[in-house]
């Protein structure tokens, strides 16, 4: 049908009566002519697109790839990425509840070299699965296994600095405790004793340097506990003798003789009860008795004691180590160094070196069960057991006592150099019973005994020494040895043929 256009009034043919205007307007309608651009332009444009053109080049290449060889659609990346986060994850809980009181103390006992293998094993698998495991972001992959191989390095001193915060807030809680206790002195009525009591002390007050007396009323005692606390007082005190006069409802102790000048005891004293009278200068103390302080009954059976499968003989036997009675103290340190637990190590070698900062001069035996313990516990390179050893065989040595073979051989392990002297002088003695303690010292032995072998003119010790350098010499000890093949005793001579003849065939 025939239709006029609207605007050009022309006539056409449309096939819609709504239609009002024609093609040829229509077009003309909505028909722009573009802009172009000049040559600044262009290149501006293609300059600002290129570096994205670039890039998603490389990208669809790299999908090419990844799709061609069927990476992308790999589970196991996703699980390995899923295991090394695990792995860390583990790494940092195992040291998050590293605690020497709860008993997760497997780290805790170990030096910090030690800690940080364990956590370098860990964190490093866990870096390498980390930065192997995305197939895009690789970029950020790889800066998450370097913050986990980072961590993992820092881990050991940061669990260094906790214990070192827990350590001083219970040092700061025991101090406020202790504060406490001292506020509470005379809170009880003050003094219990007059003068009259203590002239029995007063009758030996003498003023000196090198000497002072003590006195402590104790209450409530029976006669079985009247006698430990006694020798208890008298060991941790040092004093000559400890004399028990009875006394209101208990005992006054008179400690004589107790080495140095007069100084304040309660810190001894708190460990047999409360200290409620204290006159430091005078030297008089009074002290309400806590049995459960001073342990004076086990809280434990024997069959726990006794048993290191029962899950609580480690603390039963820990204390037992912290009582008064020696005696007790003595068969606990045997136990617990016979069965050799491998749980709670490092509490159990805490606790041996605690006890014995108390003086036990008066219970060697004791003394002696508590450095076997010690050996049996301490750490490989445990500079503080070892020293606290070496003056137990120092002491020991030096008179004439003798010494656990194990200990001597810890200390040949642990420090050498400082066992040279004492072990020759013994081997000295005995040839044929420390032979072995001498070969554990290896070429450390040689020169020392070359040098006696040019001194001595004992026949016995030359000969020793002649058939330990055929034994165990170096081809340096020759120029000592050679003078011997003319000795004038025949078995000297042979001994030396001998030594050379074996130190040549080591060149």
């Not at 995305?134 to 881990?155: E, Q, R």
């Not at 006890?355 to 390179?381: G, H, M």
């Not at 030396?496 to 003849?501: D, E, G, L, P, Y």
Request: some cysteine; charged content about 25%; hydrophobic content about 45%.
């Amino acid at each position: 049908m025939e239709v006029e256009c609207s605007k050009c009034q022309q006539k056409f043919e449309g096939d819609v009566v709504d239609m009002p205007v024609c093609p040829d307007c229509l077009r003309k309608e909505f028909t722009i002519t573009a802009t172009r651009l000049d040559e600044q332009e262009r290149a501006e444009l293609v300059a600002e697109y290129a570096a994205s053109m670039k890039r998603q080049s490389a990208r669809a290449a790299a999908m090419g790839v990844v799709y061609a060889s069927g990476s992308a659609f790999d589970a196991g990346r996703l699980l390995r990425l899923a295991l090394g986060i695990g792995l860390f994850l583990v790494c940092a809980l195992i040291f998050f509840i590293s605690d020497k009181d709860t008993g997760i103390n497997f780290l805790t006992d170990g030096d910090i070299s030690t800690q940080r293998i364990f956590s370098m094993v860990f964190c490093g698998a866990a870096a390498v699965l980390i930065a192997t495991a995305p197939v895009y972001f690789k970029k950020i992959a790889y800066i998450a296994a370097f913050c986990v191989l980072l961590l993992g390095w820092v881990m050991p001193d940061l669990l260094a600095a906790a214990l070192k915060a827990a350590e001083e807030e219970r040092k700061n809680t025991l101090a406020l405790n202790a504060t406490e206790e001292k506020k509470q002195l005379d809170s009880e009525g003050g003094p219990v004793l007059t003068d009259a009591d203590l002239q029995v002390f007063y009758a030996l007050r003498s003023v000196s340097h090198r000497l002072s007396h003590y006195a402590v009323f104790i209450d409530k005692q029976d006669s079985r506990t009247r006698e430990i606390v006694r020798e208890a007082l008298g060991r941790l005190l040092q004093a000559e003798y400890t004399r028990a006069y009875t006394r209101a409802n208990g005992a006054l102790f008179v400690c004589n003789n107790v080495p140095g000048t007069r100084r304040n005891i309660s810190d001894v004293l708190v460990r047999f009860g409360t200290v409620t009278h204290a006159v430091p200068d005078k030297g008089v103390y009074e002290v309400r008795f806590d049995p459960d302080r001073a342990n004076m009954v086990s809280q434990y059976s024997p069959e726990v004691l006794t048993s290191p499968m029962h899950a609580s003989y480690v603390a039963a036997n820990l204390s037992e180590l912290r009582c008064l009675d020696p005696l007790r103290v003595r068969m606990s340190a045997r136990s617990l160094a016979n069965s050799d637990v491998q749980v709670l190590r490092g509490e159990i070698r805490q606790t041996l070196l605690e006890v014995l900062q108390d003086p036990w001069a008066s219970a060697p035996d004791t003394y002696s069960a508590l450095i076997d313990a010690l050996v049996v516990y301490s750490f490989k390179k445990d500079k503080e057991a070892t020293q606290v050893c070496y003056n137990y065989f120092e002491a020991r040595h030096s008179l004439k006592r003798e010494v656990n073979r194990n200990v001597i051989r810890y200390l040949i392990m642990q420090n050498p150099a400082a066992m040279v002297s004492p072990i020759i002088d013994l081997w000295t003695e005995n040839p044929v019973e420390w032979a072995d303690m001498l070969s554990l010292l290896g070429f450390r032995a040689q020169a020392p005994l070359l040098a006696r072998l040019k001194k001595t003119e004992n026949i016995r010790l030359i000969g020793s020494i002649l058939k330990y350098m055929e034994n165990h010499g170096t081809a340096e000890a020759l120029p000592a040895i050679e003078p011997f093949l003319e000795y004038p005793d025949s078995i000297i001579r042979h001994s030396a043929r001998a030594a050379v003849t074996a130190l040549q065939t080591r060149k």
